[in-house]
Nanobody, 124 residues
Framework: QVQLVESGGGLVQAGGSLRLTCAASGHTFSMNTMGWFRQAPGKEREFVAAVNWSYGNTYYTDSVKGRFTISGDNAKRTMYLQVNSLKPEDTAVYYC?????????????????WGQGTQVTVSS
């Protein structure tokens, strides 16, 4: 089993920044990919960013490129999402997810483990 715990969400004005953290514990040694997803009220969960620990590759959805940065420490199994230049449309619950595979990093159904989420609210 793998446990994921997110932190760092909050209320911020448009243009502001936050740093989200995901701490993984348990049987994490075989995990290849970790990602961030978000879900706004009334909308489906959507992919935000992912990192592949084996290849060191990072992936982003188009709407956050240049504003969000995913990073982490594979040894410590901690992943971060630096979110800058926040917009009201970024308001959502942000979820950390982890999987053993490397493909389909943008598909939430391909992830085996999920955190409980952290709320990000951006005021205009």
């Amino acid at each position: 089993q793998v446990q994921l715990v997110e932190s760092g969400g909050g209320l911020v004005q448009a243009g502001g920044s936050l740093r989200l953290t995901c701490a993984a514990s348990g049987h994490t040694f075989s995990m290849n990919t970790m990602g961030w997803f978000r879900q706004a009220p009334g909308k489906e969960r959507e992919f935000v960013a992912a990192v592949n620990w084996s290849y060191g590759n990072t992936y982003y959805t188009d709407s956050v490129k240049g504003r969000f940065t995913i990073s982490g420490d594979n040894a410590k199994r901690t992943m971060y999402l630096q979110v800058n230049s926040l917009k009201p449309e970024d308001t959502a619950v942000y979820y950390c997810a982890a999987k053993y595979g490397s493909s389909l990093y943008g598909k939430p159904e391909s992830y085996e483990y999920w955190g409980q989420g952290t709320q990000v609210t951006v005021s205009s």
